[in-house]
């Protein structure tokens, strides 16, 4: 009888530990010293000296390859200036025509529509209302770049997602896009 | 389980009756309204394309509640104002005085004509018209009727509970009877014999016991390997994360692409998790879910009164007060659990496979727009990696840097394609240094 009882504890036993497959916890990892190394990761929480390494960059710096701070103001006198004085740096050709698209599409065209017309999945779900049309817009490559930058009324800036580079060739093509719904 | 049963039945009875009631009352004040339909209808078409990105009818927006505006401006200031708000400014005090309410201006609208503008301020005025409920159709509003049945381990516990105290009462049924002397041969014990006398037969026979023994420990291993090759692999891994946040509905359902909110993805060894100013480029319009959304969550259905508390933590998380709608500038970090993470030996670049090689997110994620709650689809073992790098091919096209050696790669192993593992992708030293 005894002999059947610790069987049976055993068994029992055996099977918590197989079946114990929780989902919630990750798994047992076995000498897990090379797992996690002493660098901090990039997105961790407590990066260097318990603060989370991802901040701001110091103040009055451009990384290497960078461009400088985009420094004209979110008021109806910046965008004016924007619209009338900021340039393009970039050449107009294909290839940055090419990634413009590329970007607009993973970025705009939720809500604008492929042809820019703000027809996009996100209006006419009815998630979103109130997309203008590009061509009711009197827009310049500077006042484009500026509302990428900082947003205008419900639609929220678009700097963090992407580089200067990347904002400059949506521009291009939005550009395009509006020539086209002009015609 | 009988009377509980009767008794939510009572409530769920007690509950819709209450619904329909109200809903009643709700559907004969409506019919007291007599409404234009066509030009509600067409006012209500131009207010969502036109006006509806700045204002709302009951709250404020960008610009303010537009609700009612016919009681408090003369009809041709409105339209003064629509039609050109920056000219009209200039010779209307009361224009100008009108402007402070935003640090925005108002967009001009010379395409509206005197009558469009005249039906966006009828549909102003008289607001949606409410739709009177087909007969048998129950709405519940608010309620959230959820009959939930135990949680399943406390099913399982209560099963095993039950096996062992049968088991405990057979045993003691036995020792029972075996003190009593008791001899009675029924058809149970003649049974039991025979299993004892098969039993000694078997444990005398040398060829089975050696047969019995080799299934065994064949049984034993399988279960021993099968438990060994999970140490460290976390597929199916789904912790609990602190906003229910379904990708189903995001990317499923609204079409959202990845990259959106993952943008990291595109130039980076991370595919970070976007922060809530990304949450915010479309939630500082979208204070609440759509009605009748529902997600699954950590087991449990969330209906939108669940769902709407999950937006007001990404507006706590970036500070946004969503009655005044602007941000008081108090931040919080939301704490994300980590799913996908590689031991830190193992180099893996997301630039590399979204941007250069251009693989789907899904292929190594999953149907991740099907999911309500994330989890780890693949294994992220280093077999799995490698069964990848040794099938797929590489686009050559367009690289013309490395046109001459892809060309003797391709000579050399006699193919019109190379893997990646041709090009080297399974030497160590691609991942591990």
């Known amino acids: 009888m005894m002999k059947n009882f610790k069987l049976i504890i055993a068994l029992v036993v055996f099977t918590s530990i197989i079946s114990c497959n929780d989902k919630k916890t990750r798994q047992l990892q076995y000498m897990p010293d090379m797992y996690e190394s002493i660098p901090y990761n990039a997105d961790g929480a407590e990066g260097l000296g318990g603060e989370p390494v991802n901040s701001k960059p110091v103040a009055g710096t451009i990384p290497r390859g960078g461009a400088p701070a985009y420094d004209i103001p979110d008021t ?45 999945y996100l209006a006419t779900s009815e998630k979103f209302a109130g997309i203008p049309n590009y061509k009711d817009r009197d827009l310049t490559e500077g006042s484009i770049y500026h509302v990428l930058i900082h947003g205008k009324n419900l639609m929220g800036s678009h700097s963090s997602q992407l580089t200067y580079k990347e904002r400059w060739q949506i521009v291009q093509y939005v550009e395009v896009l509006r020539t086209d719904l002009l015609k | 389980m009988k009377s509980v049963a009767l008794h939510s039945r009572r409530t769920s009875v007690l509950l819709k009756s209450l619904t329909l009631l109200l809903f009643f009352a709700f559907s004969i004040s409506s019919y007291s309204q007599d409404v234009d339909e066509v030009r509600q209808k067409e006012g209500k078409k131009l207010f969502k394309s036109l006006c509806a990105s700045c204002h709302k009818l009951d709250k404020k927006l960008v610009g303010p509640a537009l609700g009612g ?21 200039k010779v209307n005090a009361e224009a100008a005085e009108a402007a402070q309410y935003s640090a925005t201006a108002m967009n001009a609208f010379p395409q509206l004509s005197d009558q469009n503008i005249d039906d966006i301020l009828y549909y102003t005025t008289v607001g949606e018209i409410k739709k009177v409920a087909a007969p048998g159709e129950v709405l519940v509003g608010g309620q959230v009727l959820e009959e939930r049945g135990a949680p399943d381990w406390l099913i399982y516990f209560l099963a095993a509970a039950i096996v062992v105290a049968f088991l405990m009462i057979a045993s003691l049924l036995k020792q029972v009877s075996e003190l009593k002397g008791d001899k009675k041969s029924g058809v149970q014990s003649n049974l039991r014999r025979d299993l004892q006398e098969l039993w000694v037969g078997v444990k005398e026979n040398t060829f089975l016991k050696v047969l019995g023994t080799i299934f065994l420990l064949l049984v034993g291993a399988y279960f021993l390997f099968g438990t060994l090759f999970t140490v460290g692999v976390d597929q199916g891994y789904q912790p609990i994360q602190p906003i229910a946040f379904s990708h189903k509905i995001h990317s499923g359902e609204n079409k959202i692409d990845c990259q959106y909110c993952h943008s990291s993805a595109k130039h980076s060894k991370h595919s970070g998790i976007p922060s809530v100013n990304v949450c915010m480029n479309c939630h500082k319009a979208i204070s609440e879910v759509a ?55 193992a180099y893996y670049n997301h630039s590399q496979h979204v941007t250069v090689a251009g693989v789907k997110c899904q292929k190594c994620h999953g149907p991740v727009e099907e999911m309500d709650e994330m989890y780890q689809y693949s294994p992220l073992t280093m077999g799995w990696c490698i069964d990848c790098h040794r099938e797929t091919n590489v686009d050559l096209k367009s690289n013309d840097y490395y046109a001459k050696i892809h060309d003797q790669l391709a000579k050399k192993y006699g193919v019109e394609r190379v893997t990646i593992s041709q090009l080297g992708g399974l030497e160590c030293g691609k991942c591990h240094y």
Not at chain 1, 98 to 120: A, F, P, R, V, W
Not at chain 2, 320 to 331: A, I, K, M, S
Request: charged letters at 30%; one cysteine or more.
């Open chain 1, 76 to 120: 109806i006198e910046g965008y004016e200036l924007a619209k009338t004085t900021l340039k393009s740096p970039l050449a107009k050709d294909e290839k940055n025509l090419d990634n413009g698209k590329e970007m607009y599409t993973i970025y705009c065209l939720s809500c604008h529509g492929k042809n820019g017309d703000g027809q996009g």
């Open chain 2, 69 to 89: 505006v016919e009681e408090n401006r003369e009809n041709s200031w409105l339209k003064s104002w629509i039609k050109n708000n920056a000219e009209f400014q």
């Open chain 2, 291 to 345: 009605e009748g959304t529902e997600i699954q969550w950590n087991g449990q259905t969330y209906g939108k009164t669940q769902l709407d508390k999950e937006i007001a933590k990404v507006y706590d998380a970036a500070g946004w007060d969503p009655e005044e709608l602007v941000y008081t500038g108090e931040e919080k970090p939301v704490k994300w659990i980590r799913i996908h993470n590689l031991p830190d030996f």
